[in-house]
């Protein structure tokens, strides 16, 4: 999710918090793209949940390069888990296996 701080109604703090309290949403990424520059909003939004932080002007190259870094964290984070649920089960196989000897 690529998304700005200013926005009409909610701040960019309030939907980054909202999405990442919501187990359907907690897991994308979000990546701040703010005219604001000061080190206390890229802290807020930090503490709001978001993943990284772009000033305008955005280099695209450097936006690019941001959104496959996040793609790949998030893929290679599910993978994790899903590594680690297979070798639970393994290990409850064998120890049940174990157990029956």
Do not use: W
């Given at each position: 999710i690529l998304l700005d701080i200013m926005m009409p109604k909610l701040s960019g703090y309030e939907v980054c918090a909202q999405l990442k309290q919501s187990d359907e949403t907690k897991d994308i990424p979000i990546l701040?793209?703010?005219?604001?520059?000061?080190?206390?909003?890229?802290?807020k939004s930090v503490q709001a949940g978001c993943d990284d932080f772009l000033t305008k002007p955005v280099n695209r190259i450097?936006?690019?390069?941001?959104?496959?870094?996040?793609?790949r964290v998030r893929h290679l984070t599910h993978e994790r888990d899903r590594l680690l649920a297979y070798?639970?089960?393994?290990?409850?196989?064998?120890?049940?296996?174990?157990?029956?000897s």
């Amino acid at each position: 999710i690529l998304l700005d701080i200013m926005m009409p109604k909610l701040s960019g703090y309030e939907v980054c918090a909202q999405l990442k309290q919501s187990d359907e949403t907690k897991d994308i990424p979000i990546l701040v793209i703010t005219a604001l520059n000061e080190m206390g909003d890229i802290e807020k939004s930090v503490q709001a949940g978001c993943d990284d932080f772009l000033t305008k002007p955005v280099n695209r190259i450097e936006l690019t390069t941001r959104v496959r870094s996040l793609l790949r964290v998030r893929h290679l984070t599910h993978e994790r888990d899903r590594l680690l649920a297979y070798l639970a089960e393994v290990e409850g196989t064998t120890r049940s296996t174990s157990s029956e000897s």
